[in-house]
């Protein structure tokens, strides 16, 4: 019986259904605000022009500055990726950018395409970009970055990308990328499930000490292999963030012994300005400090 209801409470949205309910919006001339969730239908069973349509008809919004849309789970693929990111490049306006595309199917070039296109976004400030338990690999991964990097104006940034794929070139080439988002003070990154090792995480790290303005970064990479070279390596070179207050790092899952934790615990303490640190180092423990 709960079953049964459960089913009668779904939708079930498709590309042409997507297409109308974005063509209807366009209409809200005053619309500076917008969430909209479409997640667990079928856009993109018919091909991918629901996500495109949609993202076409929103650029329309002209006075669109804030937008949240989840298509989370339905099939848009690497084409519904790349075309909702070229409609959305249009909207000339927006300065916080919510993206919602987990479980579609979207390989290297869609993530890839997708930054290109959101790099167009002038006046973007503040991008949350959810591509957990897609395909997107080591090429999508550092394109994805390479792309972002020429958001200029982006001083905020949240990236899932759990469960992917990635490993050891994709970390690198993605931390390279983002080293070059010079206004970048708040960071959420998040690797987790990945195939990730010492050397990604590495170099990672390293890249990342770049980023001369970040002041407040969550990295999580629960569930690769980075081990205790990883986690040594990656403590090391976090310790030149000189500017970096407060940290939270999750290596939960990745085979790090003692000597792993003493050598992270010793770099760290070398973040002179570091105010707040919280370490998961297993699957159900952290340790938080207030420094």
């Known amino acids: 019986m709960e079953k049964n209801s459960q089913k009668k409470m779904e939708n079930q949205i498709d590309d042409e259904g997507a297409l109308g309910l974005g063509s209807a919006l366009t209409n809200c001339i005053n619309l500076s605000n917008l969430t909209l969730n479409l997640g667990n ?34 099939q848009i ?22 993206l919602e595309l987990r479980g579609n199917q979207i390989g290297a070039m869609g993530a890839s395409d997708l930054g290109s296109a959101l790099a167009n976004c002038i006046n973007l400030s503040n991008l949350e970009l959810y591509l957990l338990n897609n395909q997107i690999g080591d090429e999508g991964a550092s394109g994805l970055g ?6 200029i104006n982006l001083s905020n940034l949240t990236l899932y990308l759990n469960g992917n794929q990635i490993g050891d070139k994709g970390a690198s080439g993605l931390g390279s990328a983002l080293a070059n988002c010079i206004n970048l003070s708040n960071l959420t990154l998040c690797l987790g499930g990945n195939q990730i090792g010492a050397m990604g995480a ?17 990295l999580d990479l629960n569930r690769n292999q ?34 792993g934790a003493s050598d992270l615990g010793s770099a760290l303490a070398n973040c002179i300005n ?18």
């Open 226 to 259: 980075i081990g205790d070279k990883g986690a040594s390596g990656l403590g090391s070179v976090l310790a030149n963030c000189i500017n970096l207050s407060n940290l939270t790092l999750n290596f939960g899952g990745n085979q790090i012994g003692a000597m």
């Open 146 to 151: 390479s792309a972002l990097a020429n958001c």
């Open 41 to 74: 239908n079928q856009i993109g069973v018919i091909g991918a022009i629901g996500a495109s349509g949609l993202g076409s008809a929103l650029a329309n919004c002209i006075n669109l500055s804030n937008l949240t849309l989840c298509l989370d789970r339905n």
């Open 202 to 218: 590495s170099d990672l790290g390293s890249a990342l000490a770049k980023c001369i303005n970040l002041s407040n970064l969550t």
């Open 274 to 291: 570091l105010s707040n640190l919280t370490l998961w180092l297993g699957q159900k423990q952290f340790i938080c400090f207030g420094l």
């Open 77 to 98: 693929g690497d084409k519904g990726a790349s075309g909702l990111g070229s409609a959305l490049a249009n909207c000339i306006n927006l300065s916080n950018l919510t």
